[in-house]
């Protein structure tokens, strides 16, 4: 009878830790896969604003975490001046990390990943 109460309590452990995130924030970065360098203003609805400067081509920001919800992505190529200000707004949700790619063709690409999966 105890083995079998171990058995079960070992199962219900074991169920529910295969959950690896518990509520937590959604996190981003932007990764500059275009021939010069970008700056980047997010606004996210939470409030926060994150500003990055300088990104170099092949280069990845820094994760940043927001609070759930629309984020809105400013993104400046050089200087301004040949590529105008390209725009995109990401909706995150909480227990998701999300790559923000701006393309060698000025496209913009979002990749979310589960991290529950």
Known sequence: ???SMLLIAVSLVGFTSCKKCDGENPTSRVLNN???TISVNII????DTVNIYNLATG???DY???APGTADYTITVGNGGIVPTLYTSVVMQQ???Y???L???YDITVVPTDLNE
Request: hydrophobic residues 30%; glycine residues 8%.
């Open 99 to 101: 790559n923000v790619v």
């Open 44 to 47: 996210s609805t939470g409030g």
């Open 95 to 97: 227990c998701f990390q």
């Open 34 to 36: 275009c021939a010069d």
């Open 103 to 105: 393309e060698s063709d």
């Open 64 to 66: 940043a975490t927001y």
């Open 59 to 61: 280069q990845f920001s």
């Open 1 to 3: 009878m105890k083995v």
